[in-house]
Structure formats: structure tokens, C-alpha cells
């Protein structure tokens, strides 16, 4: 069994940060990976991270901005995003394979 839940979100500011975090239950420290659905009900991969850590890859439109890590010892996945955009807004989910997390809502405004 399965279980993730992403929280951290909120309302932040364009250019301002933010870090979520995932934690799962039954996890298997698999690879991990971030997703995000936009207010247009798009969905995007965003990061993904091996399961030691290694192996780290980036969606285009968040390099240089966002960096993913875990900590498996406490079955957390963590996105730390920084510079905001208004295009950063939208629910962002932690993911293991099929499994995904409820999400957490992340809104980028002044």
C-alpha cells in the first residue's frame, strides 16, 4: 500500500519561494516525481529524483528555479521553488509510479 500527501502550499508572491513537502506511508523509496495541473486543468511533470538521490531531472520551464530532494529515512519528498512565477500556480502532486497524493494548492499572486 501506498499512501503520499503533499502540503507546504499556499498563496506567495511572483519571485518569491516556497517548499513543499511530501510524506508518504508504505513507501519503497522508488523514484519520485512532482506533477502540477494548472488553473487550465493541464498537467505537467515537473521534477523527478532517483531513489538515492541521484539521477535528478528538471521540466524545462522550472530549471534553475526549483530543486527536488527526499530524505528517506523520514518518507518525504520535498519540492523547494524559488522565483515564483504566475505560471507556477496550480496544484502540485507527489507521485511513486501509478500512486499519486492528493496535492497541495499553490496560487502565485500579488
Known amino acids: 500500500e501506498v499512501q503520499l500527501q503533499a502540503s507546504g502550499g499556499g498563496l506567495v508572491q511572483p519571485g518569491g519561494s516556497m517548499r513543499l513537502s511530501c510524506l508518504g506511508s508504505?513507501?519503497?523509496?522508488?523514484?519520485m516525481s512532482w506533477v502540477r495541473r494548472n488553473p487550465g486543468k493541464e498537467f505537467e511533470w515537473v521534477s523527478a529524483?532517483?531513489?538515492?538521490?541521484?539521477?535528478?531531472r528538471y521540466a524545462e520551464s522550472v530549471k534553475g528555479r526549483f530543486a527536488i530532494s527526499r530524505d528517506n529515512a523520514e518518507s518525504a519528498l520535498y519540492l523547494q521553488m524559488n522565483y515564483v512565477e504566475p505560471g507556477d500556480s496550480g496544484v502540485y502532486y507527489c507521485t511513486q509510479g501509478t500512486y499519486w497524493g492528493q496535492g497541495t494548492l499553490v496560487t502565485v499572486s500579488s
Open positions: 508504505g513507501f519503497t523509496n522508488y523514484t
Open positions: 529524483i532517483k531513489s538515492d538521490g541521484t539521477g535528478i
